[in-house]
């Protein structure tokens, strides 16, 4: 079993939509849950970090973390076209420890 | 804050030549850096981990000969392909940690072709 499960799309919704986008993982060990958008050919850019079960809300994007079941969630509200990115869900166990990441959700929203 | 750069952003080089990319932490000293490599549609997969003085750890299945890393100062480190092939072709992209910064800010990667 992969340490890190996510779904590749890609995901194809309309300018509006509701995005949901989810992992799950298998390391009890993983303490840290990021989510990051990555434009082609960009370096990933940090877009939510958390570190307990719950949600943690910024602007349009929502995390949400389910340690019991080990799944992570991320939801965009009110889709952009300037959202069209990949989506990657990454792990770490430490602070200052390495990320595993997920494989990328292709997202496009189309106005 | 914690910022990271890379250099170059693109190259293109023959197969045989070596290629040598930066990665700096511009405002704040990074005692250790991590490598990491994305093929097309795929994750970033950690190649090696290196802290500033000492030699680079290396992740199963990367050879470290053919990918030297340098960590020489607390703002710079290298990452240099030797004997470059085809298949090196990829994405290779940086992070940065120390002095409570946590490694979460990437470079905006290099993207290496081989031709």
């Known amino acids: 079993q992969k340490e890190v499960e996510q779904d590749p799309g890609p995901l194809s919704v309309p300018e509006g939509a509701i995005v949901s986008l989810n992992c799950t993982y298998s390391?009890?060990?993983?303490?840290?849950f990021m989510w990051y958008r990555q434009y082609s050919r960009k370096g990933p850019e940090l877009l939510m970090y958390t570190y307990s079960s719950g949600n943690k809300e910024d602007g349009r994007f929502t995390a949400q973390v389910d340690k019991s079941s080990k799944y992570i969630s991320l939801f965009i509200r009110d889709s952009q076209p300037s959202d069209s990115a990949t989506y990657l869900c990454?792990?770490?166990?430490?602070?200052?420890?390495?990320?595993?990441f997920g494989r990328g959700t292709q997202l496009t929203v189309w106005p | 804050g914690a910022v990271v750069s890379q250099h170059p952003s693109w190259v293109i080089c023959k197969s045989g030549t070596s290629v040598k990319i930066e990665c700096r932490s511009l405002?704040?000293?990074?005692?250790?850096m991590f490598w990491y490599r994305q093929f097309p549609k795929q994750s970033l997969m950690l190649m090696a981990t290196?802290?500033?003085?000492?030699?680079?750890?290396?992740e199963q299945g990367v050879e470290k000969d053919k990918f030297l890393i340098n960590h020489a100062s607390l703002t710079l480190s290298t990452l240099t392909v030797t004997s470059a092939h085809p298949e090196d072709s990829s994405f290779y992209i940086c992070?940065?940690?120390?002095?409570?910064?946590?490694?979460?800010?990437f470079g905006n990667g290099t993207r290496l072709t081989v031709t």
């Open positions: 990454a792990f770490r166990g430490s602070t200052l420890g390495r990320l595993y």
């Open positions: 290196s802290n500033e003085g000492s030699k680079a750890t290396y």
């Open positions: 405002d704040f000293q990074a005692t250790t």
């Open positions: 992070s940065a940690a120390g002095q409570g910064v946590s490694p979460l800010h």
């Open positions: 390391n009890s060990a993983f303490q840290y």
